[in-house]
C-alpha cells in the first residue's frame, strides 16, 4: 500500500539523519540549553530577519499550542479559532483541558476573517462570559489553503485594536512558503504576530517544532510553562541540530517545494480528468471530490483520509504529499486515476 494519508509517515531527511549521527557520541548540555538549540535559533531569526526574538525548541505542535495558549491567556481567558482549526478538531480537547475555552467560528476555506472574529466578540459581552484574548490561525490551514497577506494584515490590525494575541500555527510553513499562491515572505510574519512556530514535525524532521515570541512580555518564564506541561525535552540537543540543518540553508524551502511539486502533479491529474476538490488547492494537502465507485478502486492500493460525504455518489477526500514523497508513487496514483 502506498500511503497519501499524512506527511509524518517518513522518518526524516538524510542531511539531518547525517548530523545527528555525527554528534551522536558528542556530549551535550541537556533541556534545550546546548550550542545547537543556540545555534539553530540564530539561524531562525535571521531568517525571520529578526533578532529581538525568542526562539524554543519543543517536540510536537499539539504540546506547542497547549503550552503556548495556556501560558499566555488568563485562567478566564478564551482562544478565537477556525472550526476546523487544528486546536479545534485534532487535539482530543488539550486546551480546554488547561481552562480555556476555544471559540470554533464556521469559516470559508478554514480561514478566520475579522467578521468572523467580530461575531465572536459580539456574543462575549461581560464578565458572565469567559473573555475572548486570543486569535488563533494556522498557515497553510487545516485545509491546505493560504492566508494572503492582505488577510494576514487585516487580522493583524484588528488583533492590535482589541490587544488580542495573535498566534500562528505553522506545522506546514515549508508548505506555505513554498507555495506559488504565496505572497508572505518568512520575514514578514514579525510585523505580522505575536508569536508562531515553524514546524519540524511535518517539514523533513524526525520531530520538533520551533517556538517563536515577538511579543517579548509573553516570554516571561516561559520555560516554566514547557517544563510544567511535561514539553521540555532532556535531550534537547537532538532538536537543535535538526533545525540547524533545516535553517542555516535553504532545506527548510526545499523540503516545501517538493511536497508542492508532487501536489501539484496530483491536482493537475485530477483537474484533467474533470473532478473538483472541496477547498482550492494551494499547498501540500488535496481535497478532490471523487465518485465513489472510483474510491473503491483506489482504496486497494493507496491509503487517504475519507474527508467528508458530499452527496449519495460522491466524497471528499484528502491527500496529503510530503518532503519524501516520490514521485513513481504519484506517477502510480495518477495513472490509477485515470484508468479509473
Same mark, same amino acid.
Given at each position: 500500500?502506498?500511503?497519501?494519508?499524512?506527511?509524518?509517515s517518513?522518518g526524516a531527511h538524510n542531511?539531518i539523519l547525517?548530523?545527528?549521527l555525527?554528534?551522536?557520541?558528542?556530549?551535550?548540555?541537556?533541556?534545550g540549553?546546548?550550542?545547537h538549540?543556540?545555534?539553530a535559533?540564530e539561524?531562525?531569526?535571521?531568517q525571520?530577519?529578526?533578532?529581538d526574538c525568542?526562539?524554543?525548541?519543543l517536540?510536537g505542535?499539539t504540546?506547542?499550542?497547549?503550552?503556548?495558549?495556556?501560558?499566555?491567556?488568563?485562567?478566564?481567558?478564551?482562544?478565537?479559532?477556525?472550526?476546523?482549526g487544528h486546536?479545534n478538531v485534532?487535539?482530543?480537547?488539550?486546551?480546554?483541558?488547561t481552562?480555556?475555552?476555544?471559540?470554533?467560528?464556521?469559516c470559508?476555506?478554514?480561514? !478566520?476573517t475579522?467578521e468572523?472574529?467580530q461575531?465572536?466578540?459580539?456574543?462575549?459581552?461581560d464578565?458572565?462570559m469567559v473573555?475572548?484574548?486570543?486569535v488563533y490561525i494556522s498557515?497553510p490551514?487545516?485545509?491546505?489553503? !493560504? =492566508?494572503?497577506?492582505?488577510e494576514?494584515?487585516e487580522l493583524s490590525?484588528f488583533?492590535?485594536?482589541?490587544?488580542?494575541?495573535? =498566534?500562528?500555527d505553522?506545522a506546514?510553513?515549508?508548505s506555505?512558503?513554498a507555495s506559488?499562491y504565496?505572497?508572505v515572505s518568512?520575514?514578514d510574519y514579525s510585523?505580522?504576530?505575536?508569536l508562531? =512556530? !515553524?514546524?519540524?514535525?511535518?517539514c523533513?524532521?524526525l520531530?520538533g517544532?520551533?517556538?517563536v515570541i515577538?511579543?517579548?512580555?509573553?516570554n516571561?518564564?516561559?520555560?516554566?510553562?514547557?517544563?510544567q506541561?511535561g514539553a521540555?525535552?532532556?535531550?534537547g540537543?537532538?532538536l537543535g541540530?535538526q533545525f540547524?540543518?533545516l535553517?542555516?540553508g535553504?532545506? =527548510?524551502?526545499?523540503t516545501g517545494e517538493?511536497?508542492n511539486?508532487?501536489a501539484?502533479?496530483?491536482?493537475?491529474?485530477?483537474?484533467?480528468?474533470?473532478?473538483g476538490?472541496?477547498f482550492?488547492p494551494?499547498s501540500?494537502? !488535496?481535497?478532490?471530490?471523487?465518485?465513489?465507485?472510483?474510491?473503491?478502486k483506489l482504496?486497494?492500493e493507496?491509503?487517504f483520509t475519507f474527508?467528508?460525504?458530499v452527496?449519495?455518489?460522491?466524497?471528499?477526500i484528502?491527500i496529503?504529499?510530503?518532503?519524501?514523497?516520490?514521485?513513481?508513487?504519484v506517477?502510480?496514483l495518477?495513472q490509477?486515476i485515470?484508468?479509473a
Open positions: 500500500m502506498i500511503s497519501f494519508k499524512n506527511d509524518y517518513e542531511i547525517e548530523r545527528i555525527k554528534e551522536n557520541n558528542i556530549q551535550n548540555i541537556g533541556y540549553e546546548d550550542e538549540c543556540q545555534r535559533a539561524c531562525i531569526k535571521k525571520l530577519n529578526c533578532f525568542d526562539v524554543h525548541f517536540v505542535g504540546q506547542t499550542n497547549l503550552v503556548t495558549i495556556s501560558h499566555c491567556l488568563k485562567p478566564y481567558q478564551a482562544v478565537i479559532a477556525a472550526d476546523t486546536i485534532h487535539e482530543t480537547g488539550a486546551i480546554e483541558a481552562g480555556h475555552k476555544v471559540f470554533a467560528m464556521p470559508e476555506e478554514g480561514k !478566520l475579522v468572523s472574529i461575531k465572536a466578540l459580539d456574543t462575549h459581552t464578565e458572565h473573555q475572548p484574548k486570543m498557515n490551514t487545516e485545509v491546505g489553503t !493560504l =492566508y494572503t497577506k492582505k494576514l494584515e490590525a488583533c492590535k485594536q482589541h490587544h488580542f494575541i495573535f =498566534y500562528l505553522g506546514r510553513m515549508a506555505a512558503l506559488e504565496n505572497d518568512i520575514s510585523n505580522l504576530v505575536d508562531l =512556530y !515553524l514546524g519540524g514535525t511535518k523533513g524532521a520531530f517544532e520551533a517556538l515577538f511579543k517579548k512580555q509573553l516571561e518564564d516561559f520555560r516554566f510553562s514547557i517544563k506541561k521540555m525535552l532532556a535531550k540537543w537532538i541540530i540547524e540543518a535553517f542555516e535553504d532545506l =527548510y524551502q526545499k517538493h511536497a511539486i508532487m501539484e502533479k496530483i491536482k493537475n491529474a485530477i483537474i484533467e480528468k474533470g473532478y476538490f472541496q482550492t494551494c501540500n494537502q !488535496l481535497f478532490p471530490i471523487l465518485p465513489d465507485d472510483i474510491l473503491q482504496e486497494k493507496f491509503i474527508w467528508e460525504k452527496d449519495d455518489s460522491h466524497t471528499a484528502r496529503v504529499t510530503s518532503w519524501a514523497t516520490k514521485e513513481e508513487n506517477q502510480k495518477i490509477s485515470q484508468q
